[in-house]
Structure formats: structure tokens, C-alpha cells
């Protein structure tokens, strides 16, 4: 999974709203996903240096903003660019209901903004692609 995360140039991190937080599977990505801070690339530059990320949470509970900014900040930290509008998101509002797809609301609204996402990801990307971020100053 590694070596697929470094040679990728946009990731996507997609996990359920549990208990208003991310997953312990998303929350264990971030902790192995730690040890690249101390990575440097050819150039000296964090290994998730000139990578972008965003993120997709779903379920039938509120906190999908809250499970934004845990995974958004984690993948800061190692070094991803997050551009804006870098996320989507499902839910039914706090206490049990239907998943996904068991009902058809909020479907235009997520696939929207997972355009404007995928729009975005794919933007930056190129950007940094063309211009790519130097080492940190020292």
C-alpha cells in the first residue's frame, strides 16, 4: 500500500463517519502513514511532497465535517496538499437510518461536490506537476 500511495499522484481517502469520528482503519492509515514525515526524496523534499489528497466520508450519523478536518490536517502534517473543496460527503443526520443506498437523499449534493472535488484534485495536481514544491527552508 505504500508504494501505491508514493506513486500516486492524487489519493483519496474514504471513511465512514463512526461515532462522529473516522474510522479506526482511516485513523490507522494516518499512524503507519507517519513514519513519511521523516522521508525525503531525492531532492530533500518529505516523500508526499507534490501529492495531493482529499476526502470522502459517509454514514448515517452527523460529524462528516469533523471527520473532514481529522484526515485533511493528518495528511497535511506528512506533507499532502489539500486543495480547496477537496471533499465530499453522505449522511443522514445524527441517530440510526438507512445507508446510502437506502434512500435516494443528498445523492446530487454529494456527487456534486464530489465533482468539484475530483475537478480540483486533478488541478492541483497538474499545477504542482508543472511546478513543483521545493524542500522546506531550513
Not at 485533511?72 to 465530499?88: M, N, R
Not at 443528498?106 to 456527487?111: A, D, K, L, Q
Not at 495536481?125 to 514544491?133: C, D, F, S
Request: glycine residues 12%; hydrophobic residues 40%.
Amino acid at each position: 500500500v505504500r508504494r501505491a500511495v508514493l506513486d500516486a499522484e492524487i489519493l483519496v481517502v474514504a471513511t465512514p463517519t463512526w461515532v462522529g469520528h473516522p474510522s479506526s482503519v482511516a485513523q490507522r492509515m494516518l499512524e503507519r502513514m507517519d513514519a513519511m514525515i521523516s522521508e525525503t526524496d531525492d531532492a530533500g523534499r518529505p516523500v508526499a511532497y507534490n501529492r495531493v489528497a482529499g476526502v470522502v466520508v459517509t454514514g448515517n450519523e452527523d460529524g462528516a465535517h469533523h471527520v473532514i478536518s481529522e484526515i485533511a490536517g493528518g495528511l497535511v502534517d506528512i506533507g499532502f496538499t489539500i486543495p480547496p473543496q477537496a471533499w465530499t460527503y453522505w449522511n443522514r443526520g445524527p441517530g440510526p437510518g438507512p445507508d446510502y443506498s437506502g434512500t435516494d437523499e443528498g445523492h446530487e449534493w454529494s456527487r456534486s461536490t464530489g465533482r468539484a472535488m475530483a475537478q480540483n484534485l486533478v488541478g492541483v495536481a497538474r499545477a504542482l506537476a508543472a511546478t513543483p514544491l521545493g524542500p522546506p527552508a531550513s
